[in-house]
């Protein structure tokens, strides 16, 4: 139901004549297609992006449920290769990577970590990949890399979740390196950040270093495999007790038997068999 307001405002609005309706009605008659098509193709883009939206979304929750349910590093390697995602491809490496450091494989682990921070510099987790980076350097003996990497993550102020264990891991290589002055720059630190985080958990494990200070050294790599392959060799030519070396083997072999001749048991046995004029039966 008009109200009288309503009434008022249409009271403002005038007719179109019939030479303005016959304006109009040419008008659209000379740019109709042109208005039509341009709707129609506007409708077809709208369409058009959210369609590829919807599936870019689905081929990226496919490729992040094959990254997560992996559970090789073979699997891994897959998914950040095979991966179109750019966000499930830098986490995938970043399992991988530490997947590799877990199992030993150091070197493999700082492949997958340097790409990762080649490939993602500004990834939220970036932090985590220049950690991992630097305890592999560190596991692959590189102590000057590592301590570089180590005081890097140490000093930047957006990798605070990680300064505590750079730190004790930059004191942690100085000890590691074994000169005197190394030792005693790393025991440096290792009092000031005693000072520093006292009461903390990181307290402990610093404590701990300093305990270990004169005995702490870098392990022996196990996985060289020159050294894996030279050993039998090595031992095979080791001396023997006593200054000389000996052929065992061809030692038993001419040794002689017992009451000062050498036999030849076969031989032996063989004429014992034929005393009487009998071949023995075979």
């Not at 030479?19 to 740019?31: D, F, P, Q, S």
């Not at 081929?59 to 997560?68: H, P």
């Not at 095979?82 to 530490?98: C, D, E, M, Q």
Request: glycine share 6%; aromatic share 4%; proline share 4%.
């Amino acid at each position: 139901m008009s109200t009288s307001k309503d009434l008022k405002n249409l009271a403002h609005a005038t007719e179109e004549t019939p030479e303005e309706l016959e304006e109009l009605k040419l008008w659209w008659e000379r740019h109709g297609n042109i208005v039509t098509t341009i709707l129609v193709a506007l409708l077809v883009v709208v369409v058009g992006v959210r369609q590829w939206r919807s599936w870019r979304q689905s081929r990226e929750q496919a490729a992040m449920d094959a990254m997560q349910n992996a559970v090789t590093a073979d699997q891994l390697e897959e998914a950040a290769v095979s991966s179109k995602s750019a966000a499930v491809t830098a986490l995938a490496r970043l399992r991988l990577a530490g997947m590799r450091y877990e199992s030993g494989e150091y070197e493999l682990s700082l492949e997958a970590y340097e790409a990762f921070l080649r490939d993602s510099p500004n990834h939220p987790l970036v932090c985590v990949a220049k950690s991992g980076a630097a305890h592999a350097l560190e596991a692959l003996g590189r102590l000057d890399d590592a301590e570089e990497a180590y005081a890097a993550i140490a000093e930047d102020p957006t990798s605070s979740p990680f300064s505590a264990d750079a730190s004790l891991g930059q004191a942690r290589v100085l000890v590691l390196k074994g000169t005197e002055e190394s030792k005693a720059r790393g025991k440096a630190m290792l009092d000031l950040f005693l000072a520093e985080n006292a009461g903390t958990a990181w307290a402990g494990s610093a404590d701990e270093l300093l305990r270990a200070i004169d005995r702490l050294k870098m392990p022996e790599r196990k996985d060289d495999v020159t050294a894996f392959l030279d050993a039998p060799a090595a031992e095979a030519d080791a001396p023997a007790e006593g200054g000389e070396k000996t052929d065992a083997p061809a030692a038993d072999a001419d040794a002689p038997a017992e009451g000062g001749e050498k036999t030849d048991a076969p031989a032996a046995e063989a004429d014992a068999s034929a005393e009487g004029g009998e071949t023995p039966a075979t």
